[in-house]
């Protein structure tokens, strides 16, 4: 099982990043998937899940109205697309499989927003 981010990287306030998520070694149509963020010195933030078909989508307060969760399950890849960006947004962000008991985990991926 892997699920790699990718898309990180340094903005400028405002700016905008698209986060991916690619997923093997299970059946990725069968999971919802979420992204989780975790800023330095602070614990992990739950950001955003879609299910399974893609047709549900929820937010974290913090991001709604700028980021938006899609999936592709053809390409075994959900996204994260991140507008309007702030410094609060800064951390490393996670990508999250999970079905019932079962959860994995990327290895993250850092974004930075600074001037």
């Known amino acids: 099982v892997q699920l790699v981010e990718s898309g990180g990287g340094l903005v400028q306030p405002g700016g905008s990043l698209r986060l991916s998520c690619a997923a093997s070694?299970?059946?990725?149509?069968?999971?919802?998937m979420s992204w989780v963020r975790q800023a330095p010195g602070k614990g992990r933030e739950w950001v955003s899940a879609?299910?399974?078909?893609?047709?549900?989508?929820r937010y974290a307060d913090s991001v709604k109205g700028r980021f938006t969760i899609s999936r592709d399950n053809a390409r075994t890849t959900f996204y994260l697309q991140m507008n309007s960006l702030k410094p609060e947004d800064t951390a490393v962000y996670y990508c999250?499989?999970?079905?019932?008991?079962?959860?994995?985990w990327g290895q993250g991926t850092q974004v930075t927003v600074s001037s």
């Open positions: 879609i299910n399974t078909g893609g047709y549900s989508t």
């Open positions: 999250n499989a999970y079905l019932n008991h079962n959860t994995y």
């Open positions: 070694g299970f059946t990725f149509s069968s999971y919802a």
